[in-house]
Every structure is written in C-alpha cells, then in structure tokens.
Nanobody, 124 residues
Framework: QVQLVESGGGSVQSGGSLKLSCTVS????????VGWFRQATGKEREGVAA???????DYDDSVKGRFTIFRDNANLTFYLNMNDLKPEDTDKYYC??????????????????WGQGTQVTVSS
C-alpha cells in the first residue's frame, strides 16, 4: 500500500522559514513525478512545486525564488524548503506522487497518491 507521510509544518512569522518533508513507502520511486500542493478550507487546491526523477522542477509563480523542492532518492523522501514566508502562504500543504507522469506537472488531477497534509501558518 502506498503511503506518503508529511512532516515539518508549523507556525512562523512573516519572513520566516519552514522545511516540509514527505517520505514515500510502498511504491516505486524512480521515474515518477512528486510534488507539493496547498489548499485552505473553501478554496481550490493549488500546485506549489514539482520535481521529476531527473531533478527537473516546476514552481507556481507565487513561490518562485522563495520555495525550493528537492528529493533524496536514497531515502525515498522529498522536501520543500520555504523561505521568506508570507501570510498568504498559510494553508494546509499536501505532498503527492504521480504514477501517471514522469515529467513535472502542477496539475493535481494527475497525481494519484496523496499525503494527509500538514498545516503551515504564517502570521504578520
């Protein structure tokens, strides 16, 4: 059974940093795209960042230059470094794996395995 387990959420002040982690088990790691999404209650899910097995990345414009996605293939874990956090980054963040596509995508409908989510709260 595929499991994605996130950690690293929390509360910070504006301008602060957080690092999210997502460990994958029960699924082949190579040749699949993984990504981070966020969603607040009552709002649509938004793709934040994605990375494929070759290390190619894609970011939403709202986080470019502030967030970095990277993966540790040996430990089956991928990460989201979030710097210069803003109150508008407050959301529940989800990691996801696509066994449909090998290339990066921020389209959530193309991801078929999801973590449980971790809350990120940024205060002004």
């Amino acid at each position: 059974q595929v499991q994605l387990v996130e950690s690293g959420g929390g509360s910070v002040q504006s301008g602060g940093s957080l690092k999210l982690s997502c460990t994958v088990s029960g699924h082949k790691w190579n040749n699949y795209c993984v990504g981070w999404f966020r969603q607040a209650t009552g709002k649509e899910r938004e793709g934040v960042a994605a990375i494929d097995s070759d290390g190619n990345t894609d970011y939403d414009d709202s986080v470019k230059g502030r967030f970095t996605i990277f993966r540790d293939n040996a430990n089956l874990t991928f990460y989201l470094n979030m710097n210069d956090l803003k109150p508008e980054d407050t959301d529940k963040y989800y990691c996801a794996l696509s066994s449909i596509l090998a290339v990066t995508t921020l389209a959530g409908e193309l991801y078929n395995h999801w973590g449980q989510g971790t809350q990120v709260t940024v205060s002004s």
